[in-house]
């Protein structure tokens, strides 16, 4: 079978570049003059422009050149994109802190409105629609803020200070205050 190796036993930089005559260059390969991370980058050598890297702990950097955490994206205008493509499920983000526990828990989007909601377990528990209105306990909530349990024994909403300040339910109306609570 067929093996290449790019090895550099002194100080420059394990490497291949890619080019196309005056129109771009890439190279991918270790950089010995960065703690020997793995990059791939714009530019004639491993030292130009970042695009990716892996650093020998593993953690990997897209946009950055020193990653904090296992994946750390950095870019420009701060966005990632979750694409499900064709599929029919919702895009979703999920969280997970061992490889034990199923996933259940994260971030997602609805296909057929584009509202975005949040799911704790396999429940989910706040939605956001498109046009801004936030459902607890409601998915495509129908006003601004919209509560809803359907157990009899649990509380909607709980207003609570700190001994400090006003713990209150406003009204404002154009020229009015109506106000619940203790002030």
């Known amino acids: 079978s067929f093996h290449l190796d790019v090895e ?3 100080t ?3 490497s291949i570049n890619f080019r196309l005559t005056g129109l771009s ?3 991918v390969g270790l950089d010995n003059s960065d703690s020997d991370i793995f990059k791939i980058t714009t530019g004639t050598g491993v030292g130009g422009n970042q695009e990716f890297c892996i650093k020998p702990t593993g953690d990997v950097g897209i946009g950055t050149n020193n990653p904090l955490r296992d994946l750390h994206v950095k870019g420009p205008l701060g966005a990632m994109i979750l694409d499900a493509g064709s599929i029919s499920s919702d ?3 999920f969280f997970n802190h061992d490889l034990v526990t199923a996933f259940n828990s994260g971030i997602a989007m609805e296909r057929s409105t584009g509202a975005v909601y949040v799911r704790t ?4 528990q706040f939605w956001f629609t498109a046009g801004g209105n936030l459902g607890v306990g409601k998915s495509l909530p129908t006003a601004r803020v919209h509560t809803y349990e ?3 024994n649990l509380t909607q909403v709980v207003i609570e200070q700190d001994g400090t300040g006003d713990a209150a339910l406003n009204f404002l109306l154009t020229s009015t205050k109506f106000a619940l609570g203790a002030t």
């Open 8 to 10: 550099q036993d002194g």
């Open 12 to 14: 420059g930089d394990a």
């Open 25 to 27: 260059n890439w190279a």
């Open 91 to 93: 895009p979703i983000m």
């Open 121 to 124: 377990g396999a429940t989910s």
């Open 150 to 152: 359907n157990t009899s």
